[in-house]
């Protein structure tokens, strides 16, 4: 296999035992994405000069003889929704276009200790609000399997760079399912850890009480090493949780036999793609065949999960997206007849339209006497969510579902229908709203040959069960193995 196809745990071992060199790795990725970017258009900005200075520093630690950390010198991608010091970062928005942070996002000062290279900043839906990563205010990635199709969102570009090779890793977001659909679309392994275990300083909020930064890989052991690089207590984020961090790898066991895993009724219901389900349902077998015991479970206050999602994000948006008003930094609109007409002119101009969709749903949502009617009742509404997770979660060690409802979908197609749009995350933002950690694997192909997800499910902080789980599955099938045919042609076509 070439260099940019391996994992990063096999490319440790090679760097660890100077086969290689970081400088070279970063190199061939490089050649990567000279060869097929074009087509995934995945990348908003890329860092090639920083990068090669990265891995010059970790050749220098490994040609030294030490211990060097298990993410040292690998190729990373980073989500354009995470500040990155010095380095533009524009959360693929016109109003944030010329936008170079004067600080880095703790997770970043934590992959800089690591020794980690990075690539560049990846391409989303603006702002992290969509589905397909069609709302981006730059270019439009296209999925690597099929580029006619969208790889998801709101993280599509750090799970199409991952699928076609053109980074070792990727970091992304998740609100109500931003990493998980994504990586089931793209065909590659994106976990959303528990709300509160990894620091969001940094990130540029979009709803603060769903947003969580996780990471995409190629295989469930990479993803275990970056959890262990990224999570812990951090004082700059007060909603930081301080528990103790285990070391992830050590949950890596292949075996699960004796474990409850549950299966949500209301998950298999109408709308859900047949193929998919096949494919779900084949890996539910595969499972109790692995020895867990299988249970079906309800949670019951699933229907009501999407319409309370997009009251509340929207509500913390609207909060949180006031501060660009074209003042102190970002987009301003050029000779405004006055400061409200420079507030509105700047918004207008500024804002694409999911934003501004987002934006005023949020506000009305939150406006006098529709507050109680809407954003109070949706808080309720989401703690009977938590509450069935709460009881489910007594029976059974995991839970299991699709990650998304159908296959990646053409370019273009649900653009006209918001609602439709929507409905993209109705396996993903109930378990947003209980702030569980969650993960999608690989676990089959329908019939176009487009990727399918699964998703794992656990009670908060117990990420080693839903990791057990997802790699027992991962090393007695061999999805994760398959490339897209873009990933097979040196020359990208």
């Given at each position: 296999?070439?260099?940019?196809?391996?994992?990063?745990?096999?490319?440790?071992?090679?760097?660890?035992?100077?086969?290689?060199?970081?400088?070279?790795?970063?190199?061939?990725?490089?050649?990567?994405?000279?060869?097929?970017?074009?087509?995934?258009?995945?990348?908003?900005?890329?860092?090639?000069?920083?990068?090669?200075?990265?891995?010059?520093?970790?050749?220098?630690?490994?040609?030294?003889?030490?211990?060097m950390?298990?993410?040292?010198?690998?190729?990373?991608?980073?989500?354009?929704?995470?500040?990155?010091?010095?380095?533009?970062?524009?959360?693929?928005?016109?109003?944030l276009e010329?936008?170079?942070?004067?600080?880095?996002?703790?997770?970043?000062?934590?992959?800089?200790?690591?020794?980690?290279?990075?690539?560049?900043?990846?391409?989303?839906?603006?702002?992290?609000?969509?589905?397909?990563?069609?709302?981006?205010?730059?270019?439009v990635?296209?999925?690597?399997?099929d580029?006619?199709?969208?790889?998801?969102?709101?993280?599509g570009?750090?799970?199409?760079?991952?699928?076609?090779?053109?980074?070792?890793?990727?970091?992304?977001?998740d609100?109500?399912?931003?990493?998980?659909?994504?990586?089931?679309?793209?065909?590659?392994?994106?976990?959303?850890?528990?709300?509160?275990?990894?620091?969001?300083?940094?990130?540029?909020?979009?709803?603060?009480?769903?947003?969580?930064?996780?990471?995409?890989?190629?295989?469930?052991?990479?993803?275990?090493?970056?959890?262990?690089?990224?999570?812990?207590?951090?004082?700059?984020?007060?909603?930081?949780?301080?528990?103790?961090?285990?070391?992830?790898?050590?949950?890596?066991?292949?075996?699960?036999?004796?474990?409850?895993?549950?299966?949500?009724?209301?998950y298999?219901?109408?709308?859900?793609?047949?193929?998919?389900?096949?494919?779900?349902?084949?890996?539910?077998?595969?499972?109790?065949?692995?020895?867990?015991?299988?249970?079906?479970?309800?949670?019951?206050?699933?229907?009501?999960?999407?319409?309370?999602y997009?009251?509340?994000?929207?509500?913390?948006?609207?909060?949180?997206?006031?501060?660009?008003?074209?003042?102190?930094?970002?987009?301003?609109?050029?000779?405004?007849?006055?400061?409200?007409?420079?507030?509105?002119?700047?918004?207008?101009?500024?804002?694409?339209?999911?934003?501004?969709?987002?934006?005023?749903?949020?506000?009305?949502?939150?406006?006098?006497?529709?507050?109680?009617?809407?954003?109070?009742?949706?808080?309720?509404?989401?703690?009977?969510?938590?509450?069935?997770?709460?009881?489910?979660?007594?029976?059974v060690?995991?839970?299991?579902?699709?990650?998304?409802?159908?296959?990646?979908?053409?370019?273009?197609?649900?653009?006209?229908?918001?609602?439709?749009?929507?409905?993209?995350?109705?396996?993903?933002?109930?378990?947003?709203?209980?702030?569980?950690?969650?993960?999608?694997?690989?676990?089959?192909?329908?019939?176009?040959?487009?990727?399918?997800?699964?998703?794992?499910?656990?009670?908060?902080?117990?990420?080693?069960?839903?990791?057990?789980?997802?790699?027992?599955?991962?090393?007695?099938?061999?999805?994760?193995?398959?490339?897209?045919?873009?990933?097979?042609?040196?020359?990208?076509?």
């Amino acid at each position: 296999m070439l260099l940019y196809q391996l994992t990063a745990h096999a490319l440790h071992e090679k760097l660890k035992a100077r086969e290689i060199t970081a400088v070279e790795l970063t190199e061939s990725v490089y050649e990567r994405i000279e060869a097929v970017e074009s087509h995934v258009k995945g990348y908003l900005t890329l860092t090639e000069e920083l990068a090669l200075e990265q891995a010059g520093a970790a050749d220098v630690g490994f040609q030294n003889g030490n211990e060097m950390p298990p993410l040292a010198g690998i190729p990373f991608a980073i989500k354009d929704v995470i500040c990155t010091k010095g380095v533009r970062t524009t959360c693929a928005s016109k109003i944030l276009e010329n936008f170079v942070p004067p600080y880095d996002a703790t997770v970043m000062t934590k992959l800089h200790q690591q020794g980690v290279v990075m690539i560049g900043k990846t391409n989303m839906d603006e702002f992290a609000m969509g589905s397909s990563t069609e709302n981006s205010a730059y270019q439009v990635t296209h999925n690597p399997w099929d580029l006619e199709t969208i790889p998801g969102g709101s993280s599509g570009g750090s799970a199409a760079v991952v699928a076609a090779d053109t980074a070792i890793l990727s970091l992304g977001s998740d609100t109500g399912g931003s990493i998980r659909q994504p990586a089931a679309l793209c065909g590659v392994v994106g976990m959303k850890p528990t709300y509160g275990r990894i620091s969001r300083y940094g990130l540029i909020a979009f709803a603060s009480s769903l947003d969580q930064i996780g990471p995409f890989t190629k295989d469930v052991t990479d993803c275990a090493l970056v959890l262990n690089a990224l999570c812990g207590k951090d004082e700059m984020d007060s909603t930081s949780v301080d528990v103790a961090v285990p070391d992830f790898t050590k949950s890596l066991i292949n075996g699960i036999e004796g474990m409850k895993i549950g299966v949500p009724k209301e998950y298999f219901a109408e709308g859900l793609d047949t193929d998919v389900a096949e494919c779900v349902h084949t890996a539910i077998a595969e499972l109790e065949k692995l020895g867990a015991a299988i249970v079906e479970i309800s949670l019951p206050h699933t229907d009501y999960a999407i319409a309370t999602y997009y009251i509340i994000a929207p509500a913390e948006a609207s909060a949180n997206l006031a501060r660009y008003d074209g003042v102190r930094y970002g987009y301003r609109t050029e000779e405004p007849a006055d400061l409200i007409n420079m507030y509105k002119k700047t918004r207008s101009e500024g804002f694409g339209q999911e934003v501004k969709r987002r934006i005023m749903l949020g506000t009305f949502a939150l406006s006098t006497g529709y507050q109680d009617a809407y954003y109070k009742k949706a808080q309720k509404v989401r703690t009977l969510i938590k509450s069935d997770f709460d009881a489910a979660f007594e029976k059974v060690d995991v839970i299991v579902t699709p990650t998304s409802p159908t296959p990646a979908f053409k370019i273009g197609e649900r653009t006209a229908d918001p609602l439709q749009m929507y409905m993209c995350d109705v396996m993903t933002t109930p378990a947003s709203h209980a702030g569980l950690p969650g993960i999608s694997v690989p676990c089959g192909f329908v019939q176009s040959g487009l990727p399918v997800g699964l998703q794992l499910l656990a009670k908060p902080f117990a990420e080693e069960s839903v990791l057990r789980v997802a790699y027992t599955y991962e090393q007695n099938t061999e999805h994760h193995h398959k490339k897209p045919e873009i990933c097979l042609h040196e020359d990208g076509s």
